[in-house]
């Protein structure tokens, strides 16, 4: 069965950093591209950062480059997004998404919310 579940979630204030991370068990995990994706109330889920199996390429949305970071660890099966100079319309859930051809996976979600 495969599972993932991500962490790291929480409350930060506008400028801060934050590290999500999701963790995927039942699955092999170096063979699948890894993705986080958000969803902020009343707006449809959203791509955020993409990363290859092996982590030597990366792609982001415009609005988070160059403040969020995607990287894997594929021998702790985890992919990361470290979020910098956070802002309130970063406040969403963010879940990761494992892709392998026509297989698509999602975590349940972990709360970020920008607020002084």
């Known amino acids: 069965q495969v599972q993932l579940v991500e962490s790291g979630g929480g409350l930060v204030q506008p400028g801060g950093s934050l590290r999500v991370s999701c963790q995927a068990s039942?699955?092999?995990?170096?063979?699948?591209?890894m993705s986080w994706y958000r969803q902020a109330p009343g707006k449809e889920r959203e791509f955020v950062a993409v990363i290859t199996t092996a982590g030597d390429s990366t792609t982001y949305t415009a609005s988070v480059k160059g403040r969020f970071t995607i990287s894997r660890d594929n021998a702790k099966n985890t992919v990361y997004l470290q979020m910098n100079s956070l802002k309130p319309e970063d406040t969403a859930v963010y879940y990761c998404?494992?892709?392998?051809?026509?297989?698509?996976?999602w975590g349940q979600g972990t709360q970020v919310t920008v607020s002084s």
């Open positions: 998404n494992a892709r392998l051809a026509t297989l698509r996976y």
């Open positions: 039942g699955l092999i995990f170096g063979r699948y591209v």
